[in-house]
T-cell receptor
Framework: SQTIHQWPATLVQPVGSPLSLECTVE??????LYWYRQAAGRGLQLLFY??????ISSEVPQNLSASRPQDRQFILSSKKLLLSDSGFYLCAWSSSDRSYGYTFGSGTRLTVV | KNEVEQSPQNLTAQEGEFITINCSYSVGISALHWLQQHPGGGIVSLFMLSSGKKKHGRLIATINIQEKHSSLHITASHPRDSAVYICAVRGGAQKLVFGQGTRLTINP
């Protein structure tokens, strides 16, 4: 069966520090991968999505970047965190043939101090 | 105006009541999803709909493509149903557009 792993679960980082959040999917190949952010009191916002290795689409201009070095690995990064980067980050995957819905990771709660 | 609008934003009910959460959207979609987010933040996918109606246990989801409207119903509600329920629509490139969510509280 397919599973998605996201870590860490919580993270407190100082302003200006780098960030790396990792997401991996098991049990499927060539998934579509997504990073979402949920700011406090707000809805989910798509940050990045990827339909294949090295293919990254960005939805909003921001201080973050994403990479997909392997088929089932999706990484969210920042060189220098801002206070406004605080939020709840969710990784998700869907099948490339659209036969299934979305499966979400357990999320990372990031607090930038 | 948001592309996906949910109502109500907050809903408090007594255990056993029949619950309805509504979702209206303004864009063309290939599918609509209902998601459940618990206080810890984790999200579970409840339904994926492209037409008609689906049922899973006490949960029922319906969609009317012509009216661009979907409803999520919970029968015999229970305190463990307390969560944020999110409607999301899938447009092009499989991207989801999310509603703001409905915070449901079921009191015992």
């Amino acid at each position: 069966s397919q599973t998605i792993h996201q870590w860490p679960a919580t993270l407190v980082q100082p302003v200006g520090s780098p960030l790396s959040l990792e997401c991996t999917v098991e049990g499927t190949s060539n998934p579509n991968l997504y990073w979402y952010r949920q700011a406090a009191g707000r809805g989910l916002q798509l940050l990045f999505y990827s339909v294949g290795i090295g293919q990254i689409s960005s939805e909003v201009p921001q201080n973050l970047s994403a990479s997909r070095p392997q088929d089932r690995q999706f990484i969210l990064s920042s060189k220098k965190l801002l206070l406004s980067d605080s939020g709840f980050y969710l990784c998700a995957w869907s099948s490339s043939d659209r036969s299934y819905g979305y499966t979400f990771g357990s999320g990372t709660r990031l607090t930038v101090v | 105006k948001n592309e996906v609008e949910q109502s109500p934003q907050n809903l408090t009910a007594q255990e056993g009541e029949f619950i309805t959460i509504n979702c209206s959207y303004s864009v063309g979609i290939s599918a609509l999803h209902w998601l459940q987010q618990h206080p810890g933040g984790g999200i579970v996918s409840l339904f994926m709909l492209s037409s008609g109606k689906k049922k899973h246990g006490r949960l029922i989801a319906t969609i009317n493509i012509q009216e661009k409207h979907s409803s999520l119903h919970i029968t015999a509600s229970h305190p463990r149903d307390s969560a944020v329920y999110i409607c999301a629509v899938r447009g092009g490139a499989q991207k989801l557009v999310f509603g703001q969510g409905t915070r449901l509280t079921i009191n015992p």
